[in-house]
C-alpha cells in the first residue's frame, strides 16, 4: 500500500509517564504504517525541558506558530516532590500555560461520545463543547480579610496619576472579607474570536452565558465585545451556514444546557468554565474520552488529550506490570491535528485517513473492547471484555486496516 502524504509540517510534542508510552505505540501502530508525515519534533518530558532551561518549551510554541498545526503529549507540571524524582534544576511553570500564554489561546473541550456509554442527561445527543476564557477574573484577583469595622473602595488611577474613579463597595460594620477581580478588553476580544472561529470551523452554534443584568459595567463589556465580533466578522457567515449566535444569562444558559440535545459551543468565562467543563466530563464517564484543542486568534491549533500522564498506571507499567490504560483521547488528538493539517493542506485523503481511524477507535470501544476505566461505566453486556493498554491499540489498528483496503 502506497503511504497518505501529509503535505505541510506537523508540530509534535512528546510528553511523560503513561502517555508517552501509548503516544509511541499509537504513532507506530496507527500512524506510520499509513502516513508519509513530515514533523517538526519537540521533546517535552521533563529530563529534557529541565536540561534546556525550558527553552524547547518556547521553541515548540514558537514552531506551531510558524507551521500553524501541532499535536501535544501529556506532560508532568513539576511540584516539589517531582523537584526531587527528577533532581530539577527548579519547579518549571506548566507547558501548558507556556504554549497557551504564546498563542494566546483559548481551550475547548467536547466529549468523544460512544453508543454503549450513556452521558447522565439523557437529552445530550451530540457533543456540547465548552470554551473557556482561561484569563483573568477570580484566578487573577486581589483579596484581603477585613478584619474590623472600616470602609472599602475601588480606585483607579491612571498612568499620569490621575484619579479617575473612586467609588465605595462597602461601608464595614465588622469584620468581612473583599476581592478586586479584572480582565481586558484585548483578552476578552481573543477569546470572542478564538470561539466564533471553533464555532464555524466545527458549524456549532454559539452560546455565551454572563450575568450582565447584575454586573452592568464587568460582564457587560463580554456581552458587548462578542457582540461587536458576530457583527463585525461573523454575522454574514453564520446565517449563511444556518448557524445561531445566542447570548443568555448564566442561570439561563444552565438550565437550556439540561435541555438540549447538544451540538454547540458553550463559551464560558473563566470560573463558569472550570467548573462546568468538569460537570460535563464526568458525565461522560473518563477523563480519556473528552477531546481537548488550544486554538489561538490567528488560527494556530494545537491539539492534545485533556487527562494527564497517568502516573500511576506508568509506575505499574515500569515494574512489568499490566496496565489497562485509555488511549482514545491521544489518538483523537492525532485525528484533529491531522484533519486540521489536511483541511489547510487541501489534502482530503489525510482528511479522510483521520476519519477512518476515528471511526475504527469509536468502533473497538462500541463492540465491547474496552480499557478498564470505560468497562466500568458501560452498558453491561455479555461482549464487553476489558483489555490491556496494548491490546487495545492493536484492536483499533485491526479495525484501521481493514478500513484502509
Ligand atoms: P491524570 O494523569 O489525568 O490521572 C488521574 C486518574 O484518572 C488516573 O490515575 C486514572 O485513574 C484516570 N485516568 C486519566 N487518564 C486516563 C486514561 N487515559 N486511561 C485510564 N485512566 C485514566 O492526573 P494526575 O494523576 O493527577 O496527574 C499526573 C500528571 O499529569 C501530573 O504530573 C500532572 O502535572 C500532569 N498533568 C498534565 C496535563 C497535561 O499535560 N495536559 C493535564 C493534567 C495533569 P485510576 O488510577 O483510578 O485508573
Ligand atoms: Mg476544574
Known amino acids: 500500500m502506497n503511504k497518505i502524504k501529509v503535505k505541510n509540517t506537523i508540530v509534535e510534542i512528546d510528553g511523560d509517564e503513561m502517555t508517552r508510552v501509548m503516544w509511541h505505540m499509537v504513532k507506530d501502530q496507527l500512524l506510520l504504517p499509513y502516513l508519509d508525515m513530515n514533523?517538526?519534533?519537540?521533546?517535552?518530558?521533563?529530563?529534557?525541558?529541565?536540561?534546556?532551561?525550558?527553552?524547547?518549551?518556547?521553541?515548540?510554541?514558537?514552531?506551531?506558530?510558524?507551521?500553524?498545526?501541532?499535536?501535544?503529549?501529556?506532560?508532568?507540571?513539576?511540584?516539589?516532590?517531582?523537584?526531587?524524582?527528577?533532581?530539577?534544576?527548579?519547579?518549571?511553570?506548566?507547558?501548558?500555560?507556556?504554549?497557551?500564554?504564546?498563542?494566546?489561546?483559548?481551550?475547548?473541550?467536547?466529549?468523544?461520545?460512544?453508543?454503549?456509554?450513556?452521558?447522565?442527561?439523557?437529552?445530550?445527543?451530540?457533543?456540547?463543547?465548552?470554551?473557556?476564557?482561561?484569563?483573568?477574573?477570580?484566578?487573577?484577583?486581589?483579596?484581603?480579610?477585613?478584619?474590623?469595622?472600616?470602609?472599602?473602595?475601588?480606585?483607579?488611577?491612571n498612568v499620569e496619576g490621575k484619579e479617575l474613579f473612586r467609588g465605595t463597595i462597602q461601608d464595614f460594620k465588622g469584620p468581612g472579607i473583599i476581592q478586586g477581580i479584572h480582565n481586558t478588553d484585548k483578552s476578552i476580544d481573543s477569546f470572542a474570536k478564538a470561539c466564533f472561529t471553533y464555532a464555524y470551523d466545527q458549524r456549532l452554534h454559539l452560546w455565551f452565558g454572563a450575568k450582565d443584568t447584575i454586573s452592568k459595567t464587568y460582564d457587560a463589556q463580554f456581552r458587548k465585545i462578542f457582540e461587536e465580533e458576530y457583527q463585525n466578522n461573523w454575522k454574514a457567515k453564520f446565517e449563511e451556514a444556518g448557524l445561531d449566535y445566542l447570548f443568555m444569562l448564566i442561570d439561563d444558559a444552565v438550565a437550556r444546557i439540561m435541555k438540549s440535545e447538544g451540538g454547540l459551543l458553550w463559551a464560558c468565562k473563566n470560573y463558569d468554565g472550570d467548573v462546568m467543563s468538569d460537570m460535563l466530563g464526568s458525565s461522560y464517564g473518563s477523563l480519556a474520552m473528552m477531546t481537548s484543542v488550544l486554538v489561538s486568534p490567528q488560527g494556530y491549533y494545537e491539539f492534545e488529550a485533556s487527562h494527564g500522564t497517568v502516573q500511576k498506571h506508568y509506575y505499574k507499567y515500569l515494574k512489568g506490570e499490566k496496565t489497562s490504560s485509555n488511549s482514545m483521547a491521544l489518538i483523537f488528538a492525532w485525528t484533529g491535528c491531522l484533519r486540521k493539517r489536511g483541511e489547510l493542506d487541501k489534502t482530503p485523503e489525510v482528511v479522510e485517513f483521520a476519519e477512518k481511524l476515528e471511526e475504527a477507535a469509536l468502533e473497538t470501544v462500541e463492540s465491547g473492547v474496552m480499557t478498564g476505566d470505560l468497562i466500568a461505566v458501560a452498558k453491561t453486556d455479555p461482549k464487553n471484555r476489558k483489555v490491556d493498554t496494548e491490546e487495545f491499540i492493536a484492536e483499533v489498528a485491526k479495525r484501521l486496516t481493514k478500513k484502509l483496503k
Do not use: M
Not at 40 to 68: V, W
Not at 78 to 86: A, G, T
Not at 119 to 148: F, L, Q, T
Open 39 to 157: 514533523v517538526a519534533y519537540f521533546d517535552l518530558q521533563l529530563k529534557k525541558r529541565d536540561e534546556t532551561d525550558d527553552k524547547i518549551t518556547l521553541e515548540a510554541a514558537e514552531a506551531i506558530k510558524k507551521h500553524g498545526v501541532g499535536v501535544k503529549c501529556a506532560t508532568i507540571t513539576p511540584n516539589k516532590e517531582r523537584v526531587k524524582e527528577y533532581s530539577l534544576k527548579k519547579e518549571w511553570s506548566s507547558p501548558n500555560g507556556t504554549i497557551r500564554a504564546a498563542l494566546d489561546g483559548t481551550v475547548f473541550r467536547a466529549p468523544i461520545l460512544v453508543n454503549n456509554i450513556l452521558p447522565a442527561v439523557r437529552s445530550w445527543k451530540k457533543p456540547i463543547h465548552i470554551g473557556r476564557h482561561a484569563y483573568g477574573d477570580v484566578y487573577k484577583n486581589c483579596e484581603y480579610r477585613v478584619p474590623e469595622a472600616g470602609k472599602a473602595e475601588l480606585l483607579f488611577t
